[in-house]
């Protein structure tokens, strides 16, 4: 049974994993406070999301790079992948935010949602894609 569970464990788990979680969660955190306190001062999805997600994503691309997938790809390479990723989710989640506002849902619990689908799609994304080490 362990040797079962050891070959599992080498298989699919890599440390980086715990990392990403690490600075998934700090950043997460920073983006949220910044986000409800910008919306609650100047009542803006777009510019409260826009301002918090870019000084949430600056650490978070910074974080990944150097410490979490240690990348040895050049900032050009990386960076243009990251922000290209970046904009996408930032898309999507602007989107379903402004929506459930519409919607009356508090922008708190409307700033969480779109994690439920980023989160689970944005490791192999960052890992296989835009951190992707050199074969």
């Known amino acids: 049974m362990r040797s ?3 070959h599992l464990k080498e298989k699919y788990f890599d440390y980086s994993m715990i990392r990403w979680g ?7 955190a920073i983006d949220f406070f910044l986000f409800t306190s910008l919306y609650y001062t100047i009542n803006s999805v777009f510019i409260s999301n826009l301002i918090s997600a870019t000084a949430a994503t600056s650490i978070n ?4 790079h150097r410490w979490t997938f240690r990348s040895e790809q050049n900032h050009s390479k990386s960076g ?4 290209l990723n970046l904009i996408f989710w930032w ?5 379903i935010i402004k929506t459930l506002v519409v919607l009356s849902i508090d922008p708190r619990i409307a700033k969480l949602i779109p994690l439920i689908l980023i989160v689970p799609v944005n490791y192999f994304v960052l890992n296989h894609l835009v951190f992707k080490k050199k074969a």
Request: aromatic letters at 14%.
């Open 4 to 6: 079962k569970f050891q």
């Open 22 to 28: 690490l600075v998934g969660l700090t950043t997460t």
């Open 61 to 64: 691309y910074a974080a990944h």
């Open 80 to 83: 243009i992948k990251y922000l």
């Open 91 to 95: 898309l999507v989640s602007t989107s």
